[in-house]
């Protein structure tokens, strides 16, 4: 059974799209991240238009995020107040990134940037990630304790710049200049590859700031809703590249599969959890990079700018 997608120009199967956003949907919940990460390049492999894919995930990890942030807003478990301070840098790293994305696609460039970004971005965390994981489990096994948070007392330079915060629900007193830049990076990443953003932001806020993790999932939820909101409007409005047949296709399957996801990730032992996120983020950068050396099947193309169509 297939389905005309209007914006992305082509005919694609409901049953294809609904399994693969149910898998990334059962690895979101398995992993507790949002699978913009993951759905995005597989959308580009199946041919999808870079810039549809990036502009329709979008929509679906800020749809997507909504049911997450309202659990975490009933647990208390989400500090506004920080994801205020992240949001108001998310934004701001939303708008440049859209704004360097129509420029680079009206230069006819987008799909080279967004290909060596995903080979930088993911290779680098995910190598990072793989080594984090394979070192613990070497302390583990030498019978030595892995301490994933600094020893209370101690503070890193970048928490004692200036503008100082208090942020009670995270447990946290420190200067907003690292948050909001922290929050600028995320947001442009996550207008010009389609990602939440949540796999960067996550450890970061854990392993650079010692936020309770409880607290970190919420409130990166919170920021992940309003940026990816934020930038499928602009996506929207800018560009037209918001494809709402493959983006409701994309929420079902994602919902439904994240159901079951969430429910094994009860069962998955920690150790084993970090390395297969390693290895999962370290593959998708693989196999953009393997796209840089393959031939394409049409080398030359004449197409017409935007600007004179």
Excluded at 70 to 88: H, Q, S
Excluded at 145 to 168: D, E, K, N, Q
């Amino acid at each position: 059974m297939q389905i005309y997608l209007p914006i992305a120009e082509l005919p694609i199967s409901v049953l294809l799209v609904l399994g693969l956003s149910g898998a990334v949907g059962f690895i979101s919940g398995l992993f507790g991240v949002g699978g913009g990460f993951l759905l995005t390049p597989l959308l580009i492999f199946l041919d999808i238009p870079p810039a549809v894919a990036v502009a329709t995930v979008a929509a679906q990890v800020a749809g997507s995020s909504m049911t997450g942030v309202l659990t975490y807003w009933r647990r208390r478990t989400l500090d506004l107040k920080l994801g205020g301070v992240l949001v108001a840098g998310g934004i701001l790293g939303t708008i440049f990134g859209v704004l360097f994305f129509n420029s680079m696609r009206r230069l006819g460039q987008l799909e080279l940037v967004i290909t060596l970004s995903y080979v930088t971005l993911f290779t680098t965390i995910g190598g990072l990630m793989l080594y984090d994981a394979l070192r613990s489990a070497l302390r583990v096994r030498a019978g030595r304790a892995v301490r994933l948070r600094r020893i209370a007392g101690t503070h890193p330079w970048w928490m004692g710049l200036p503008w100082r915060m208090r942020f009670h629900q995270s447990q946290l007193y420190a200067s907003i200049i690292p948050i909001v830049a922290l929050a600028v990076t995320i947001g442009f990443i996550g207008a010009v590859l389609g990602v939440g953003g949540g796999f960067i932001l996550v450890p970061a806020l854990i392993y650079f700031f010692r936020i309770p993790p409880a607290v970190v999932v919420g409130t990166s939820l919170f920021q992940i809703l309003v940026t990816m909101t934020g930038a499928t409007v602009l996506h929207a409005v800018t560009n037209q590249s918001v494809d709402l047949v493959l983006a409701v296709l994309l929420l079902v399957g994602g919902v439904v599969g994240a159901q079951f996801g969430g429910r094994a990730a009860r069962n998955l032992d920690v150790g084993a959890f970090r390395l297969l996120l390693a290895l999962l983020i370290l593959a998708v950068g693989l196999r953009f990079a393997i796209e840089l050396f393959i031939a394409p099947t049409e080398p030359f193309s004449v197409v017409l700018p935007e600007s004179a169509r």
